[in-house]
Each structure stands twice: as structure tokens, then as C-alpha cells.
């Protein structure tokens, strides 16, 4: 899965030209208690919380990698030693050592763009789905329940105008749907039950957006990444079909995604409050 078609300009510059974001510009700063870190290109685990640590240097931290995850080699300048992913290739950062940091006195200098941080401390590697069924608030409170679901976040994708607001979406001009990231652990649960859930929490037959959310931005949809899930989308769809449903669910290759506003992430966990247009309707047997 070629899992950098989602990523933004900015995560590309990093990821695969070798950039680095400003000191303390970014996130995981400060160590955390339990969990993973992956590759944002590729979705490979490559550290795990137990070998971060809080340094001063502007930039996540670790002392130790899971094995055979990094690849290191010697800068253009013949001085730094640049670490990348083992199986993607994308740029982290650099490795420094003897700074007596920690007792394996050795940092890994990381782009907190070239990671991201899920709660699960055993994940080897991951997968990634992007769904698109109507306001991507009720969407993402039950993906974020699925047992196997390390990561969600929600945003906007299909369009043509670059990172878009929330408001610029909402004035059905951009093209945009709002849609979801569903980061998750393969070994654990398959594209084929992530896109049956998906099914199950929306109207699927509706071509005019979701429930009371009407308008372009709330239609159905599924960005596949490779060949393999849109194949498995069809199959989906077609056992629908079989079903006497009227599915008007739209599949698209993937393309970028532009995460919303901080305000929408978690948004019902944050909130307390309940979904008012999703709700599981069991179609699958």
C-alpha cells in the first residue's frame, strides 16, 4: 500500500525530500506511558514509548528502534547519519551518539511529521482506509470503538483547492468530501470488515448527502489506495447489490488528505455528546 498518496505537501517535504520542520513546531515532544510510533509514509511501527525520552532538542526523541525498522546512512556533508524507514525509504531525521543522554546513549532526532503515535504498544504494521459517509463527526465516534482501529482522523479529500477550511467546504465549491483516516492493525481486523462496518453506519442508498446533512461535501464515497481494495470495495458493494440495495456509495483512487481543524478531531469524545445521523444498522451476517 502506497500510503503516501495521502500525504499532505508538507509531510512530502519531509518524507521524501529530505526536509526538516522547525525545532519544537511539532508534536511528541514529550515522552508518553505506552504505545507505538509509525512510519507516516508507510505505516510500519518503528519505535515503541518505552525508548522515548524528553530532550531538549526541539524534535521527538529515542534511544532505541524496533529491529531491522531503520536504515542509516552517511550524509551528503560526510558528518550526520541520516535514519529512514527500512521499507519505504522516507526521511525521519538523524542519529547522534555519546551525548549521555540516556544509558544506550544514542538519540534518534525525529520529525514529529515523519511519525504518528497510536496507543497500542504490540503493533508490528498497519493499514489504512479512507471512507466518506456524510458528517465525518458521527463517522469517526464508531470507528474509534472497533476493536483493531489504532488511529482516526477526520478531514477533507476529493477537491482541488489546497489544505481547505472547514468553511471553505461548506460553501459546496471546493469538491470536497468530508472523510476519515482509519489507521489499523491488519493482523487484527481486515479492509473487508472496516468497509461492512462503514456500510452498516450510514444510508448508503442516500445520493444527496446524509440524513439532514444535505450537499456535495456529505456524499458517500470510498478512496481506495491499490488495486486490491478496490477490488474488495466492489465485492462489498456487489453482495450489497445482491442484497436488493441500491448502493450509491462512489469509489475514487485515493488522493490528498487535508486533516480539518483541531476543533473536529474526536469531536464527540470531546465533547460528550452523541452522533445524531449514525447509527449501526446490522446488515452483514
Known sequence: MNKSLSLTPIEKYILEDKGTEPSFSGSHLEKVEQGSFLCRACGKALFRADNQFTSTCGWPSFDDELQDTIARSLDNDG????????????????????ENLTEKNQRHCVNSLSIEFVADENVIDTEEAIIAGGCFWGVEALFEKVEGVLLTQVGYIGGELEDPTYEEVCRKTTGHIEAIRVVYDPARIDYSTILKLFFEIHDFTQTNGQGPDLGPQYLSAIFYFDSQQKS?????????????YSVATQLYPMSRFWPAEDYHQDYYTKTGKQPYCHVRKKIFK
Do not use: S
Open 79 to 98: 558528518r550526520r547519519t541520516e535514519i529512514t524507514c527500512a521499507r519505504c525509504h522516507g526521511h525521519l531525521g538523524h542519529v547522534f551518539a555519546g
Open 232 to 244: 474488495t470495495a466492489k465485492d462489498v458493494i456487489e453482495e450489497l447489490k445482491h442484497m436488493d
